[in-house]
């Protein structure tokens, strides 16, 4: 027999709790037929409503269902973090318990594991059903990340992914505390078949990712997986450096041939401000780097346990 982790992160999804179970577990004959045990668990990420209550409501109906739940709310990064950490499986796989990661994909993927494959990743085709500015600057995204980073990442990549044990303890071997899921899924390598499916619009409940926290965890992406802000913020005061030489000495000649007074205050300000926001902006990318090695040597944990069931 082998061992299938199913981890499943949560925050505030009390109505979608026992509907991902349901869905998951119609999964039971092929489990049973393919001498698979399952392992359920539930990352409760700090919720604030009754996703706990519902997730203990479902142990007491089956032995395979866990329940992790953090002190507080620390992302969904590291609510998957601890999922890996806790898991015990041959198979691990990473779902949403929104159901926009359809459980009913699961057999496909593991005839993929078993003609060799040590990952099983999901990307979506279509973004059917979300607001076309987050779709296009989700493209965006991942077009810059290909651009700038030797780290494999697809369009419309999902975090929904089946893993075999081996690949599962490189990700672990990763313990960095500013953590980047689906960069360190390309970083460590392994031989992956991507999976493509229609966009699933959530079962229940609202996205708890607006515009503005995905752009924070953009930012996280590119700062973690590439050095390319750095070059080009050093390529920008170089070349601030060569126009302001040449200008240096196109004012000195003008002044020695033709004799012409140093005017144009208001270009000059503008020049100044123009020069003085690339500064700030150079100092705010080397500012991003420096925060996050900040927090790295501080080496706090990257969760904190509150309940384990």
């Known amino acids: 027999m082998s061992l299938l982790s199913v981890i499943v992160p949560c925050y505030n999804e009390e109505e979608s709790v026992a509907l991902f179970y349901q869905e998951l577990t119609k999964n039971d004959p092929f489990f049973k037929e393919k001498e698979i045990e399952l392992e359920l668990l539930y990352i409760d990420d700090g919720s604030k409503d009754g996703t706990v209550r519902e997730v203990k409501k479902l142990i007491e109906q089956d032995s395979r269902v866990h329940i ?40 496909e993927m593991f005839e993929w594991i078993w003609q060799g494959f040590d990952s099983v990743a999901t990307r979506r085709v279509t973004r059917k059903g979300e607001p076309p500015i987050r779709s296009f600057f989700a493209r965006r995204f991942y077009h810059l990340m290909k651009k700038i980073s030797q780290t494999e990442m697809m369009d419309g990549a999902r975090d929904y992914r089946l893993m075999t044990r081996q690949m599962v303890d490189a990700i672990l071997s990763m313990r960095e505390y500013n953590r980047f899921t689906k960069g360190i899924f390309g970083w460590v390598g392994f031989k992956t078949k991507w999976l493509e499916y229609e966009n699933v619009e ?108």
């Not at 950490?85 to 057999?107: A, F, H, I, N, R």
Request: hydrophobic content about 50%; overall charge positive; aromatic content about 14%.
């Open 68 to 107: 992790v739940s953090f002190s507080r709310n620390f992302g969904k990064e590291a609510a998957m973090f601890a999922g890996l950490e806790k898991s015990k499986g041959d198979y691990v796989v990473m779902m949403d318990v929104d159901l926009q990661d359809p459980p009913s994909l699961l057999p």
């Open 202 to 309: 959530r079962a229940k409940g609202e996205t708890k990712w607006n515009f503005w926290k995905l752009l924070v965890y953009s930012l996280d992406g590119i700062t973690a997986f590439s050095t390319a802000p750095l070059l080009i913020a050093s390529f920008v005061g170089v070349l601030f450096c060569i126009i302001a030489f040449l200008m240096i000495i196109f004012i000195i000649v003008r002044k020695l041939i033709f004799g012409d007074p140093v005017s144009g205050w208001p270009s000059l300000v503008c020049i100044i401000l123009m020069t003085s926001g690339v500064q700030f902006f150079c100092t705010g990318i080397l500012g991003q780097y420096l925060a996050k090695a900040y927090m790295a040597v501080k080496r706090r944990p990257i969760y904190m346990v509150k309940e384990e069931i």
